[in-house]
């Protein structure tokens, strides 16, 4: 929201201010709401309250959201592990850890703010975008491709929405599946039940996962996943639908699940054809050391 709002409770908005918030701006995460609660954001008939306040009938509540801070672009000199690169295209190994470009929470120390203090970017995506066709997130590892012009940009996009450029990942997942290899083709969108969450709706947007096992240990398989769609989350989601939670998501697995900084999901083959001269293009990068060492622990462990 950007003007303060003004809700007057009526009998069906009585109970935790928190929860009932969540109800009527469903378009935020009910921490969202609680961190202005507890930030003096919202008020009670003129006062502060807690996230745990019971509304009553009759209470005026008053929002005054917060201003969002003014995120400022600013080129980083940031080591980068550059895959290739020519004068219209950058293919990059992002390493887990590292947000791709600036947003609320993440202003600054991206694989963005590094690429410009490398090079031009294309302008298509916006202020805090330049350059960037595809993402993925922070905690997963790997590679993607970058246009460095305008041009670049408009053909690699034109790729991805037609579905001929090649994407696989390599995941650990929780469980043995028993299919050599399988597809999963189930609609994402945003939970209902959780606003920061994706999840397979019924009115979702069409995506399909495609995957064979690569190895198989007594609590885990490994799988390598071809993306033919390219939605928020895909391969998380996909993997727990089928019963088979990423390792180490935070988000999507179950509490107890291997020790690192975030799911076992590593981009490792990226192929497309060059903007210019139309050149099939092909690029892998191997497991970082964090994947592999956790690989080598389980054959010793979990064979």
């Known amino acids: 929201m950007d003007e303060p709002v003004r809700l007057v409770i009526d009998n069906e908005l ?11 701006f469903s378009q935020y995460s009910r921490s969202q709401l609680q961190r202005w609660i507890e930030d003096g954001h919202v008020q009670v ?20 959201p917060e201003k969002p801070k003014k995120i400022d ?17 950058i293919v990059v190994n992002k390493p887990q850890g590292m947000v791709v470009h600036p947003a609320p929470g993440h202003p600054d120390h991206t694989l963005v703010n590094a690429l410009l203090y490398h090079s031009p970017l294309s302008t ?43 994407r696989e990942y390599v995941a650990l997942v929780h469980g043995v599946i028993k299919e050599d290899q399988g597809t999963v ?40 996943c071809r993306l033919e769609t390219g ?17 180490g998501d935070p988000l999507y697995g179950p509490r ?4 690192g900084n975030g799911q076992y999901l590593h981009a490792r083959l990226l192929g497309f054809k060059h903007p210019q001269t139309g050149e099939q293009l092909t690029f892998t ?15 010793k462990t979990d064979k």
């Open 73 to 89: 672009l600013v080129p980083e000199n940031i080591p980068l592990d550059i895959v290739y690169e020519d004068d219209d295209v």
């Open 14 to 24: 009585t109970g935790r201010i928190d929860k009932q918030l969540g109800h009527h």
């Open 124 to 166: 298509i995506n916006g202020e805090f975008r330049p350059g960037i066709v595809h993402r993925i997130d922070k905690d997963t590892s790997g590679l993607l491709m970058v246009a460095k012009n305008d041009m670049a940009h408009r053909s690699l996009a034109a790729q991805l929405k037609a579905k001929t450029n090649e």
């Open 256 to 259: 107890k699940t291997l020790p």
């Open 285 to 299: 990068a191997p497991l970082p050391p964090y994947f592999q060492q956790m690989l080598d622990k389980l054959d």
């Open 231 to 247: 939605r928020t989350h895909q391969i998380r989601v996909h993997m727990k639908y089928i019963g088979h939670p990423l390792a």
């Open 45 to 64: 008939n003129g006062q502060p309250v807690k996230p745990k306040y019971k509304l009553a009938a009759g209470d005026v509540v008053t929002i005054e």
């Open 185 to 224: 083709d189930a609609p994402l969108g945003r939970s209902p039940k959780d606003r920061k969450k994706q999840a397979v709706v019924a009115d979702g947007r069409h995506a399909v996962t495609h995957f064979r096992v690569l190895r198989r240990y007594r609590h885990y398989t490994l799988v390598a």
